[in-house]
């Protein structure tokens, strides 16, 4: 009898091995204060001197929470409704990034607050003399617009909180699999209400930065980004805690218990996304290109003139072209290195496209470097390092509860 | 052995486990071997690792075939649009790349996808119209719920005796000797 029989022989249940090692989040939550400090020293500065340029780039700074909070969140949803077994032990990492979504309804409110800097359409007597956005104005306009973020922070927050305690609350091993059914229900009408929301903040947040522009695609596409970021922030959370070695199968039959199997499946979810973005970018530019209409090309023509060119070949080659070439081959696909490469590019992928769909229709950008964006870039960075850090060191890196747990580890294929 | 039985074709060790075949294909890779194969009901996994097999040429093939298709579509729309018929269409450029990008792109799928599907027969041997292990029922028992190890007779290590006490010694049950019965169908007439 082999050790894999063994363990094969074994009661299902609670990992027997006793609790599973935790990271001291401490190096991660002093890492994520200077970044936060310097980020929020650089966004004052910048409220001082250039606000309405700050309100731009403070919109760039919040996508890219949304992005990655939000895409996890995603991502554990799809976990439950396909009841994957395989991605039991990489859940965690994705709710530690869920664990941030107070973070992303904190940098809400300076939108608001700011909403008369970023978006055209909060000015009433631009409304009423333009006859385009006077048509749009019951639906843009600020009472509606707070209102329907507060549905959309709600429904993530909602069920965010949901997922996370839920599977924290199977971690003593005294909850039975009613947790995990309960959870799969409610994933499915999720998915739903999820596609409306990220569907219309999408609308909101981005694509009435220009009230003029309208895309219907535009909701898929930023839904296409987020899954990406989602997968990028998850991989990387990972691998670190890989590396801190809180993945270690304690039975040590196996070794890492995120394996070369996982390793692939994660990259093959960061090549398909990145893919699917790419083949919705496309779809959007290609319409509007051929039909060439001018109530809607402007926007591109706005993206190609005045060196913006240098920033929509760069979205490109981020988003798309690097992420393809170099996730193609399976060998690159469960390579730690590379896995964290191409994360830390597609986050960097998420920022060029947010900094691409806002910064153009700012009213005062004299080239296409803003520096503006950098302070409210690192703050975000930095308050979402602290909560994960926060996160991952009171909890156990793998949900030792879960009744899949042990088919999950026994899974390398 | 009967004299009317045909030409020797190799060995074979029948295992009821995936387990042990996994030990007997990772001993067999450290011995040297070099024509032997394993049938399984189902891809057992790690047996590509236990048999040591190299990396497959396939995924070289698609990625090629896929560029090539790719520069071969964008070739042919500069032909047609370009060149050979000029039309302007919607005041865009004759050549204009947006516009032929979806035709790069289904042809560089279809490329790629043609040639995996072709390579893949090629290289599964699909051609063939004949194995000896097909005579020997082996193949009705390697697709239901037995594992089987193959060891032919022109590899050099093959020695009848040698590799029945190597079946035998890893926890084979039951190992045949396979004979080409075709083979001896023709001796008999």
């Known amino acids: 009898m082999n050790e894999r029989e063994a363990i094969l022989n074994r009661p299902q249940g609670v990992l027997d091995a006793g609790p599973h090692p935790r990271v001291g989040g401490r190096m991660v939550r002093l890492a994520g204060l200077p970044v936060a400090g310097v980020g929020g020293l650089l966004s004052l500065l910048a409220l001082v001197f250039s606000p309405q340029l700050f309100g731009f780039s403070w919109l760039v700074g919040f996508g890219l929470i949304w992005a990655v909070c939000v895409g996890a969140l995603f991502l554990i949803a799809m976990h439950?409704?396909?009841?994957?077994?395989?991605?039991?032990?990489?859940?965690?990492?994705?709710?530690?990034?869920?664990?941030?979504?107070?973070?992303?309804?904190?940098?809400?409110?300076?939108?608001?607050?700011?909403?008369?800097?970023?978006?055209?359409?909060t000015h009433e007597d631009v409304m009423a003399s333009d006859p385009i956005l006077s048509g749009k104005s019951a639906y843009l306009n600020l009472p509606f617009f707070i209102l329907r973020a507060a549905a959309f922070l709600s429904i993530w927050g909602i069920f965010g909180w949901y997922f996370v305690r839920r599977s924290l609350k199977q971690d003593d091993g005294?909850?039975?699999?009613?947790?995990?059914?309960?959870?799969?229900?409610?994933?499915?009408?999720?998915?739903?209400?999820?596609?409306?929301?990220?569907?219309?903040?999408?609308?909101?947040?981005?694509?009435?930065?220009?009230?003029?522009?309208?895309?219907?695609?535009?909701?898929?596409?930023?839904?296409?980004?987020?899954?990406?970021?989602?997968?990028?922030?998850?991989?990387?959370?990972?691998?670190?805690?890989?590396?801190?070695g809180c993945l270690v199968d304690k039975t040590a039959a196996f070794g890492q218990i995120i394996d070369d199997a996982r390793l692939y499946h994660m990259g093959t979810l960061l090549f398909a996304f990145s893919c699917f973005w790419g083949y919705i970018a496309m779809s959007q530019f290609l319409l509007i290109w051929y039909a060439n209409l001018p109530?809607?090309?402007?926007?591109?023509?706005?993206?190609?003139?005045?060196?913006?060119?240098?920033i929509?070949?760069?979205?490109?080659?981020?988003?798309?072209?690097?992420?393809?070439?170099?996730?193609?081959?399976?060998?690159?696909?469960?390579?730690?290195?590379?896995?964290?490469?191409?994360?830390?590019?597609?986050?960097?992928?998420?920022?060029?496209?947010?900094?691409?769909?806002?910064?153009?229709?700012?009213?005062?950008?004299?080239?296409?470097?803003?520096?503006?964006?950098?302070?409210?870039?690192?703050?975000?960075?930095?308050?979402?390092?602290?909560?994960?850090?926060?996160?991952?060191?009171?909890?156990s890196a793998i949900p030792?509860?879960?009744?899949?747990?042990?088919?999950?580890?026994?899974y390398h294929a | 052995m009967p004299e009317s039985s045909g030409s020797l074709q190799g060995m074979v060790g029948v295992f009821d486990d995936p387990t042990p075949l996994l030990h007997m294909a990772g001993k067999a890779r450290d011995a040297g071997w070099k024509h032997w194969d394993c049938h399984t009901p189902y891809p057992v996994h790690g047996l590509e690792k236990a048999m040591g097999l190299r990396d497959s040429l396939i995924p070289f093939l698609t990625i090629s075939a896929g560029?090539?298709?790719?520069?071969?579509?964008?070739g042919?729309?500069?032909?047609?649009?370009?060149?050979?018929?000029?039309?302007?269409?919607?005041?865009?450029?004759?050549?204009?790349?947006?516009?032929?990008?979806?035709?790069?792109?289904?042809?560089?799928?279809?490329?790629?996808?043609?040639?995996?599907?072709?390579?893949?027969?090629?290289?599964?041997?699909?051609?063939?119209?004949?194995?000896?292990?097909?005579?020997?029922?082996?193949?009705?028992?390697?697709?239901?719920?037995?594992?089987?190890?193959?060891?032919?007779?022109t590899d050099a290590l093959f020695e009848e005796s040698e590799v029945r006490k190597f079946l035998e010694g890893n926890g084979a049950g039951d190992v045949r000797v396979v004979y080409n019965e075709s083979d001896r169908r023709s001796v008999e007439t």
């Open chain 1, 174 to 244: 005294s909850e039975g699999p009613e947790v995990t059914h309960g959870m799969r229900r409610t994933s499915a009408p999720f998915a739903i209400l999820f596609a409306l929301s990220v569907t219309f903040a999408a609308f909101d947040w981005y694509m009435s930065v220009q009230p003029h522009f309208f895309s219907t695609i535009f909701g898929v596409y930023m839904f296409a980004g987020l899954a990406v970021s989602g997968q990028a922030g998850v991989v990387l959370v990972v691998l670190w805690l890989r590396r801190k």
């Open chain 2, 67 to 74: 560029f090539f298709g790719a520069v071969f579509a964008k």
């Open chain 1, 312 to 395: 929509s070949v760069l979205l490109m080659f981020t988003r798309f072209v690097f992420p393809f070439l170099i996730l193609l081959s399976r060998k690159a696909k469960s390579s730690t290195t590379t896995l964290a490469a191409v994360s830390i590019l597609a986050l960097f992928g998420q920022v060029v496209d947010l900094y691409w769909l806002v910064m153009p229709e700012a009213p005062e950008n004299t080239s296409v470097f803003i520096w503006q964006v950098i302070g409210p870039l690192l703050l975000a960075v930095g308050l979402v390092l602290i909560a994960v850090g926060r996160f991952v060191s009171r909890h």
């Open chain 2, 76 to 153: 042919m729309q500069w032909y047609m649009s370009d060149y050979d018929f000029p039309v302007i269409v919607g005041g865009k450029p004759l050549f204009s790349l947006p516009a032929f990008v979806p035709v790069t792109f289904e042809l560089f799928v279809l490329f790629a996808a043609l040639t995996t599907f072709g390579s893949v027969i090629l290289f599964c041997g699909l051609c063939r119209w004949h194995s000896p292990l097909h005579d020997a029922n082996l193949m009705l028992e390697a697709t239901s719920d037995r594992y089987v190890v193959w060891f032919d007779a």
């Open chain 1, 295 to 310: 109530e809607e090309g402007f926007w591109f023509v706005d993206r190609w003139k005045d060196g913006w060119a240098w």
């Open chain 1, 80 to 121: 439950h409704i396909t009841g994957a077994i395989w991605s039991v032990v990489v859940r965690r990492s994705a709710e530690a990034l869920v664990s941030a979504m107070p973070v992303l309804i904190l940098f809400f409110v300076p939108v608001v607050l700011m909403s008369g800097w970023i978006f055209e359409w």
């Open chain 1, 400 to 410: 030792v509860g879960d009744p899949l747990l042990e088919e999950s580890r026994m």
